[in-house]
Nanobody, 132 residues
Framework: QVQLVESGGGLVQAGGSLRLSCVAS????????MGWFRQAPGKEREAVSC????????HYADSVKGRFTVSRDSAKNTVYLHMNNLKPEDTAVYYC?????????????????????????WGQGTQVTVSS
């Protein structure tokens, strides 16, 4: 199983930007579809974005479309979440997750992003706090 370590969280004012990083180790990065999830206090974990193993397909939650961008760099074994125009409701612990899967169609990625239990590996999370 791949090991994941997130970084890049912090405190930012509404309207600001952050870039989260998730470094993978322990297995071949290109074998994994990747996802970003978040969990706010008292709320259920929700999917934010997913990206296919070779980066060709992405999916976003409606709440972040147009503001967040997911990308990956195979040379660095890293997946990124670029977050712009942050809102107080984006405050949460953000987790990256990996799904070992040869399938990477847009349908696979859309389904993956609605089913957190399909992800076999999770990072420890990074806190994002957006002040109003």
């Amino acid at each position: 199983q791949v090991q994941l370590v997130e970084s890049g969280g912090g405190l930012v004012q509404a309207g600001g930007s952050l870039r989260l990083s998730c470094v993978a180790s322990g297995d071949t990065f290109s074998r994994y579809n990747m996802g970003w999830f978040r969990q706010a206090p008292g709320k259920e974990r929700e999917a934010v974005s997913c990206i296919s193993r070779r980066g060709g397909n992405t999916h976003y939650a409606d709440s972040v479309k147009g503001r967040f961008t997911v990308s990956r760099d195979s040379a660095k074994n890293t997946v990124y979440l670029h977050m712009n125009n942050l809102k107080p409701e984006d405050t949460a612990v953000y987790y990256c997750a990996a799904d070992w899967n040869l399938r990477e169609s847009i349908y696979t990625i859309q389904h993956l992003c609605t089913t957190a239990s399909l992800f076999g590996s999770w990072g420890q999370g990074t806190q994002v706090t957006v002040s109003s």
